[in-house]
């Protein structure tokens, strides 16, 4: 971000007791997303066809992928021209399929069909960086931690509780003072916030439930 929006003279606790409250605010405001299909592996794949295409085409590519090919061993060994045509509707798709071959079949031959639970092992992954990670962990373990994409990266520095330059930084900073018992419904919460209220070329201040407890709100 190009500029710092914190309160510098906000001490650590208000800066706790303020994320509380937006959390708070979100959490009556939006209704946390269930996703039906938990399991591990299929959420892994699924966030890989995530990467820089909007959830609509997440959700059709994914869809589409798992109609054909049930489980892991089907997807690794599917011909890899067969699954970019399935999950063309992601976008990048030779990329996404390569991945998600690779994936599965490291996963077979190394972790005994199972999707590793813990950030170190899954970043080792092909493919999977700190967000997917952290999606993982967080959508298919029920685990605590922060999946920072562009939203939370966004929204967190205009809030005014991070002043960062890249998603990694935000994870970082956020770890350092949101609550624990938050960070499992923190991406969702801000995720929707993004789409819905404080979107990227129309942010609607004016009507937002938390103007009043955002940096940026009151710098204007």
């Known amino acids: 971000m ?7 003279s906000e001490t650590k606790k208000n800066l706790t007791e303020r994320i509380r409250k ?3 605010i979100l959490s009556d405001l939006f209704t946390l997303r269930v996703f039906e299909d938990r399991d591990p592996y299929r959420v892994l794949i699924r966030t890989i066809l995530s990467q820089r295409t ?11 992928l798992f109609s054909k090919y049930k489980n892991i061993e089907e997807i690794a060994d599917a011909p890899i021209e067969d699954i970019e045509e399935l999950v063309k509707s992601a976008g990048f798709y030779r990329v996404k399929a390569r991945r998600i071959s690779e994936v599965s079949n490291l996963l077979i031959d190394q972790y005994n069909k199972t999707v590793p639970d813990s950030l170190n092992e899954l970043l080792e992954l092909p493919g999977v960086g700190r967000k997917t990670a952290n999606c993982v962990l967080v959508y298919g ?7 920072v994409d562009t939203h939370v ?3 967190s520095n205009l809030w005014g509780i991070v002043n960062t330059k890249t998603p990694e930084e935000s994870e970082e900073e956020l770890e350092k003072i949101v609550p624990k018992d938050l960070w499992i419904d923190l991406n969702d919460l801000m995720v929707q916030f ?8 129309n942010m609607q201040c004016e009507s937002c439930p938390i103007s009043d407890l955002c940096c940026y709100f009151k710098s204007l």
């Open 2 to 8: 190009d500029r710092d929006y914190r309160d510098l």
């Open 22 to 24: 937006i959390m708070d």
């Open 141 to 147: 373990f029920q685990k605590p931690a922060i999946p």
């Open 54 to 64: 909007r959830d609509e085409n997440t959700d059709k590519s994914s869809a589409i």
């Open 153 to 155: 990266h966004r929204i």
């Open 194 to 201: 993004g789409q819905n209220i404080c979107k990227p070329n």
